[in-house]
């Protein structure tokens, strides 16, 4: 493990990266602004190394980020509807910053956004800390949660996420990382190859949010049952691709029973990547890329539209208003949970 100094906010407090390297080669560093994924060094199919992670190599540009690089979400991921929700009678008021609808929590204090507590777990882990009090953001209850990197052998980064509360609250946490199997900076990632195990997903009206429906995805440009070119379709004459611009909607997972299980294989054919993801929660956000703008990452490469795509592993995005999909309510002895894993074969 190698422990450096990445730079200081700017009220002064020092923010660390945690590069981490298996025997094999690849590395993960993780920095505790934001508990961040920062850079992910992968061997492609002849041994070469890139990164395949989009982010930055400063720090002031991740006080920014508009995009999320890299970033853990909370405590709620994607979207509320309306920046509202009601637990027992309480109805609780959120940023409005999506049009009239909340999104990630809130782009300018979000656990993005703080400085986490940093506890190196020998050479391959390193677990993020940090509190959250009642009201903060908006969210009841004084929460207290922790994000656990590691890294395998296997070649995986393994995120594992915990949160408790003292109320009850909304926890729905995920990493924002985005990825391009041919090395960050390297184009577009239309060429690259997805399958998931989703026979549905959630359609959503103007502003995604879910309108409640789980609708199978046979027949449609939201298939990718069977391995499919994600750029194919991105752009059909679809209602959904539409709304979202592209790919940015929740697919529900294949059989879930709250067990970790892989659901998703992403494969790039120039540099013959395979990244497979496992995770334990009902659903995933894929998203395309589509709203990227235009700006320097890493090593002064160039990133635009679709040149990283994530998979945010996810409670269905507005669960909390809608009672027929799974719950993302915790707290009062009910902790969250979970763990997601993108292994690299």
């Keep these: 493990m190698e422990k450096e100094l990445f ?23 993780v920095m505790n602004y934001g508990a961040i994924l920062v850079n992910l060094i992968v061997p492609d ?7 395949v992670c989009l982010g ?9 980020n508009g995009c999320f690089f890299g970033a853990t979400i909370g405590p709620n991921g994607n979207r509320i509807a309306d920046a ?60 207290t949660i922790s994000v656990t990197y590691t890294l395998t052998e296997d070649n995986a980064i393994k995120i594992s996420y915990a949160g408790s509360s003292d109320k009850k609250t909304v926890f729905n946490m995920t990493n924002h990382s985005y990825f391009n199997l041919k090395g960050q900076g390297r184009g577009s990632i239309e060429d690259h190859i997805l399958s998931m195990n989703c ?7 103007e502003g995604l949010i879910p309108t409640g429906e789980i609708a ?15 750029g194919d379709e991105i752009d059909a004459d679809f209602e959904a691709l539409k709304i979202g611009g592209g790919y940015d909607h929740n697919w529900v997972i294949d ?5 970790l299980r892989h659901f998703a294989t992403v494969e790039e054919k120039t540099s013959g990547r395979i990244m497979k993801v496992f995770t334990d929660l009902p659903g995933v956000q894929f998203y395309a890329g589509n709203f990227i703008t235009k700006q320097t990452g890493k090593s002064d490469a160039e990133y635009d539209k679709r040149s990283g ?9 507005n669960a909390v208003n809608e009672p027929s999909f799974p719950s993302p309510i915790y707290g009062e002895g009910r902790d969250f949970v979970s763990t997601t894993v993108y292994q690299f074969v």
């Design 7 to 29: 730079g200081k906010t700017k009220d002064g407090k020092e923010v660390y990266l945690f590069t981490m390297e298996n025997s094999r080669g690849m590395k993960a560093a």
């Design 255 to 259: 059989c879930w029973d709250g067990k």
């Design 216 to 230: 199978p995805v046979a027949g449609t440009p939201m298939d990718f049952t069977a391995p499919k070119v994600i």
């Design 45 to 51: 199919k002849d041994g070469n190394m890139a990164d």
């Design 199 to 205: 026979s549905n997903y959630t359609p959503t009206r």
């Design 84 to 143: 509202k929700f009601t637990i027992d009678g309480t109805e609780y008021a959120l940023k409005v910053n999506d049009g009239p609808n909340n999104l990630h929590s809130d782009e300018e204090i979000g656990f993005h956004k703080r400085v986490w507590e940093a506890k190196e777990d020998g050479d391959m882990s390193v677990v993020f800390y940090l509190e959250s009090p009642d009201g903060d953001m908006g969210f009841p209850g004084n929460k």
């Design 56 to 64: 930055y190599d400063k720090l002031e540009d991740y006080f920014v």
């Design 309 to 317: 795509l994530c998979l945010e592993t996810q409670d269905f995005p």
